[in-house]
Every structure is written in C-alpha cells, then in structure tokens.
C-alpha cells in the first residue's frame, strides 16, 4: 500500500474539527441529570473518528490521547459511570486541548507537551476515579486501537499463522479442518484460504492439497498451545506462527480481500468445506475492522488548502442551470446558421432566455460563496458556557437568524470581533445575579445574537439586558484619560463611540476575560475593513445593543435607473414600491413647503430628486410632468420625483470611497453599457438629505 | 528647456539629489507634481455629476473599472474657470492616503514638461498671508528664471470631505 497520505491530511484535518465541533457542542448540551444517550453516542463516536483518522495517519499523540476522552465517553456511553459536571469540563478541556494539538500537527509545529500532558492526566484522574469499571473498557479499546499498543500485550491479542501445507498433507491422514476446530476452541479464530495452488479441474488429484490457509487467532493464547496442534504435521507444511498486531492483521485482511476476488470462481469447485465460512467471514472482517480503510476511501473529495463547503443542492441548481444555457446556446446558434427575417421572433425569444439564464447563473455562482451565519454564532454557546461559570453570572444565549446567508470573507473575517462583542457583553454588560435582582430583573442574564438582512445590508446585533453604558462615567473617564477635553460637547452617539477609542476601559478591574481596553478599536477597524459600521445603542440600566451593519460583498445589484436631467441615477429593483403619476389633487402641502401626497391610504412624503441634487437640467419640475418612484427603505417611504423611469438591469456595484468619499444620499456607483459612472441611490439617505 | 530634458532623459538616469517633476499650467501660473505621482494623461472627457459637493469637484469618470474623481484645479485655487476644450487634460495622479491608494484625476490647462529639479533648488513657499493659500504647496523651484510651484499631491487628494474621517480618525 503506496499510497502518499499526506493528500489525505487536510482532508482529516478538516473532518477532525468537524469532529471536535460536534463534540464541543454535545458536551454542551449535555443535561446533567437527565442524560440522552444519543448524545453521548455523537460525542462518542466522534472521537472515535478522529482516533481511528490519527491513527491512521501515524498522529500517534492525538490517538493516545482521544483513547482516554473515548475510553471516558465509552464508560459514560454504557451507564458505568455518572455523568457529571467535573467530567464533561475535563472533556471539553480535552477537546480545546485537542484542537490546539491538531492545529500544531497540521501547521507542522511542536506540540504542546507541557499541555497535552496535564489534560491527559486530568483526564486519567477522572478515569482512575472509578477503576472498577476499568478493565473491560481498556480491552475494547485496545481492539479497536491501531498501531498504538503494539509493543506490551502481544500475548493476549492473538497470533497471525500461515499454515501453508505439502500436496501429500492429506495423505499421512492430517485433516487441516480438524485442526483449525482445535484452535477455534482455544479462542476467536478466522480462517482464510488462498486457493491460488488449485489447478484447474482437468489437473486435480483429488488426494492432494493444494490449499493453503492464512489464520488469525484471538485472544489470551499460549505459544505452546498452538505447536502442539501443529505437531503433528509441523513437517508436512510450511508453518509460521507470529504475534498478531493491528498492522498484520489490517495487511493480512487486504492482501486476503485481493487474492478473495481472483479465488471466488475456483471456490465453487473446491470440496474444501471452509472455503463458505471462509468467504462469510471475510466479508464480516471487512466491514468492522477495517474501519479506519473505509473512512479513508471516501476522503478524497476535497484537497485545497482553503476550501469551502457548498450544499449538494446549490451545485446541482448550477449545473441544471449550465444545462439550460448549453441549450439556449444551441438554440440561438440554430437560428444563426439560418437567419432570414422571419426569425427575429425566435432570434428574441432566445436572447430573453439567454438573459435570464446568465441572471440565474450568476446569483447561483454567487450563492455558492455564502454561508449562513451559524457557521461562526455556533462557537458562542461555549463562551457564553465558560464565562458564565468563569464570572459566576447566570446567562441565557440566544441565537436569533442563525440562517442568515453572507459572504464567506464576512464569515471569516466577523468572528473575532463578535467575539470581542460578545465578551464584553457578557464581562461588563450583565450584572451579577445579586445585583440584577436587586434592580428588579430576572437572575438570568440574557444575551441575544442576531442576524438579518435589512436593505442591502447585513445586520449582526449582539443585544444584552445588562446594565448598559453609562454616558457620565463614559465621559469622566475619557477625559481622565485624556483622550477628550472637559469642555468637549459630545452628542450621546459621540459618547458611545468613545469606547472605541484605543486605550480606553470602563470596566472597573480589568478582568482576564475583557478589559484591556485594546478590543473595541480592533473590532471597529475589523468591521471597517468590511466596510461595515458598528452603532451602539444603549439605555442605562436596561442594556445595550451593538449592530454591525456590513454590505452584502455580492457585487451585483438590480436595479433600476431613472432619468433626472442630463443625469441618470439607479435605485435598487428591491426598495421600489411602485411608480405613480400623480394628479394635483393628490398633493398636499405641509406649512407650505413640505410636499406629501396620498397614496391610497397613507401620506408620503415627496423627494424632488432635481432639488436635492440639484440637477439644473431637470425637465420636470411640475409633479403633474415626471413621476414618482415610491421607495422604501429602513422603514421609510416615500416618494421620488423624477424625470422618467429608464429601465431595469443588473448593475456591477462600484465602490465611490476607494478613491473618492461618502457621498449623502448615494451608497455606491455602477459603469453603465456607455462606460459612463452612474450613482446607485441610497434611500434612506435620501430622506435624511431631503429633512435637512 | 526641452532638449535638456529629452537628452537627460536619454541618459535614463536622473542626478543624484535631483527630483523629477511634470509640470502643468493653470493659466499664466505654472505648477509641477512629482512624476512618481503620476499615472497618465488623458483629454478631458465628460463626468458624471456628484450632488451637493463643492463646485471645483467636477464628478467621477469610469477609469478602466475604477470610479475616480475629477477635480478641477483652477476652480480649487480659486481660479478664473475656463471653458474646457479638446486641449484641456486631465492629470491622473495617485498617491497613498491613510494606507489606501487613491487615484485622482486633475483639469489642468496644459500639460508642459518632465523637469529635473534639483534638491537644493527647491525653495519653501513664502508666506503670501491670507490671500493666497498655500496649503497645497510644497515649495517653489525655479526653472529657466521661471517660478514653478510644486504641490503636494498627498494634500491635494485629501478632498474637504475626507477630512472628516480624518479628524474621527484623529480621535482615537
């Protein structure tokens, strides 16, 4: 077996955390006093595949290691030992523990010793707890232990014989049948024939033997008793007799399995009698022990360092849609080949088809880079878990729009901040549990995660019913600091923001949790980098909120563009309610200037788009002449005024910052199919431009 | 003057302690920028507007994919305006700002020349009190009995609009 490993690695790597991931979060569901077996199974058997994975692969120290968590797990899995609160710490200690050995592995660094070590003896201490139990387990795991423990036990765990006998065997009255009863009775025996010596039919002398037999027996066997079986014909045959391990054992199995399949014709006209059991035991050895073969051959699917996993699902929405195209293709080059004028309606049909089907193909394409959120809120129950218990607080998390798609660069790179963000709110947000019932709310502490799109936005709120921020001691402080004046006036938003400045701590005694004051600028440069925005929103003694906003990074937008002037402008297909020409009774006036009309039931107000961007080319500026586009957006409606609606497409969205600035009223730019710069519009914006 | 320059510019390699600078004219006022500053020339083509921003920007232009915007230097030193016509340029100037690379196209008149300044011909701007601002000069050589004024590109990309995150920056 030539087979390089090492491109299976990243492969194990990869199921590994998964591994760890499920366990971590088992552990963590874990109900003490009402344990659901089925978990501890999860638990169970993903360390057993990250055991029998390492094993494999040669990473001798991760096995050792996850034998004891199994063999802890095992003990729990059977009923033989409680489970309790000091035992699942000790195992998610392990898993931390784990995960940072297999990081090292596959950065190719040392490995912590030192830490390795106390885990495994926490570990061990746990075990040795309750040793009554002990023995039984350590057998079960030795058998399904690879490599590891080849050196002490060999005694107990078997022998490997190659009984290879002389044609004349059965001539001087030995029966090989006779004798491998005799061994099964001195334990579990396999027996596995090679029938490669058999000559066809023609050739056979029944009297002579042609077979020879590959045997594997278990369990606790003394040397001598096997020679004496084999006494009699030691002679005769071919005999060699050798300790079994795992690795023997795996190889005989393989090199068996191959000569099984050129051997199976001849079987049938041997008058062997083993040669059925043999067949029937092979294939059950095939299926349990040689496990850690079988999870290798489905590895290789995916290699790249960086590799993203994608729902089955989102591919074959693609490739039905590639099927699509291939066929509107050839349509249209149908149409081609024989062009009169007749076609034209073909010809168009095909080309709305093809429209439609790149727009498809593109948003699936761009589908595939999404991820939901969960990906990086499923890490927060742990944190929430271990600093509830570090800071002896009692808190609720709660996850709220885990589904929520965005951008693979959003997933990796948001989780480090949210972290920071979360631990804050967990260390400064909740008071002690003494201090919130003194204020008249619930022991429990409850921190709520949540994702949603809103706009062409992606939302992360962490929300706490803490104490919230207190703007006056804010305040003191970053004038004690001296990162503000006294007389600095600062708006309440501008007194939030001050926690964001590098060097500043509110927490009384910095803790080892959070504290230091070096996060929060980190998180807003982070989040920046995104370019997103972080907004604080906090109400003393209620709690506070913190919303990232990102940009959705999908690059494309539909839109709509509209005509003011000279100037064309788009505003997103998503927030155009619908588009109204308006009569002159629907128009009403506020104090004169503010301009609304009524639109069924509701009052809107008017945005007079030449106006607030003071286009001198508008050809409209009497209501009656241009049309309203009626828009929503953050929850505000109102009413564009413009020249003309021009047209739907998809429009490539442009960044105006990266070399120019934030301009209000217009979240990006697009190039049009001219090459001109078109402004993509920002509702809200707008609003807020059009109040001022 | 024009010779000079080619001929240096055939012996490739610009004199120690000498800086090269593209010289342009607004007007009768000559000005240069350091060449290394300079991405490319190119002949003023029409904007697209940007609303409610001061009159000297003119707009962006879609420049190979990038969204880059125009200003009009006469108008930002306070200049007469002047009609634009086939000859006016455009002078793409790129500079990093706060770690990011900016790119910035300028209307100038005319483009005039590669110089070869030498360092310690380079004179700080004099004070010209409050009438004239010279935030954006970096000095002044002279060349040929000429004055030309040098600008400090990184300042002059520095839009009034971003100094607003720059002073939030400031803050932290």
Known sequence: MSIDMAQFHQVFFEESFEGLAVMESGLLNLDMGDVDSEEINTIFRAAHSIKGGSGTFGFNAVADFTHLMETLLDEMRDGRRQVTQPAVDVLLGSVDCLTEMLTAIQAEDELDEGSVNNHKKALEVELNGESATEAPVEVAAVISEPIVTESNDDSERGWKIAFCPHTDLLKTGNDPVRMFRELAELGDLDVFVDMQGVPSLVDLNPEDCHLSWTLLLKGDIERSDIDDIFDWVEDECDLSILPLTEEVELETIIEIAEAEVEAEAAAKTTPVESVKVVASETVKTDSTETKPASTKAKKPKAAASSSIRVDTSKIDTLINMVGELVITQSMLSLVGEHFSIDKVDQLKTGLIQLERHTRELQESVMNIRMMPISFVFSRFPRLAHDLSSKLDKKIELKLVGEHTEVDKTVVELISDPLVHLVRNSLDHGIEMPADRVAAGKPETGTVTLEAYHRGGNIVIEVKDDGKGLDKESLRKKAVEKGLIEESTILTDKQTYELIFMAGFSTAEQLTDVSGRGVGMDVVRRNIQALGGTIEIISELGVGSTMAIHLPLTLAILDGQSIAVGDATYIVPLGSIVESVKITDDMVNRVAGKGETFRLRNEYLPIVRMHEIFHVESAKATNLMEGLLVVVEGQGVRCGLFVDDLLGQQQVVIKSLEANYRRVEGVSSATILGDGSVALILDIPGLVRLSNQ | ?172
Request: with cysteine; aromatic share 6%; charged share 25%.
């Open chain 2, 1 to 172: 003057m024009e010779q000079n320059t080619s001929s240096e510019e055939i012996e490739a390699k610009v004199p120690e302690n000498s800086v090269q600078f593209l010289s342009f004219t607004l007007g009768d006022e000559e000005y240069g920028v350091t060449i290394l500053s300079v991405q490319e020339i190119r002949s003023w083509e029409p904007v697209s507007k940007i609303p409610n921003v001061p009159n000297y920007e003119k707009g962006v232009v879609n420049l190979r994919g990038a969204i880059v915007p125009i200003i009009d230097l006469r108008e930002r030193f306070n200049l007469e305006h002047s009609e634009y016509t086939n000859l006016t340029v455009v002078v793409v100037l790129q500079a990093v700002c706060r770690g990011k690379n900016r790119t910035m196209g300028v209307v100038v008149d005319s483009v005039s020349n590669v110089m070869n300044i030498q360092k310690e011909n380079i004179q700080s701007a004099p004070d010209f009190g409050t009438k004239v601002s010279t935030e954006f000069i970096n000095g002044i050589a002279s060349v040929d009995n000429r004055m030309v004024m040098l600008l400090d590109v990184e300042k002059l990309l520095k839009l009034d609009g971003l100094e607003e995150d720059e002073t939030e920056e400031d803050d932290e």
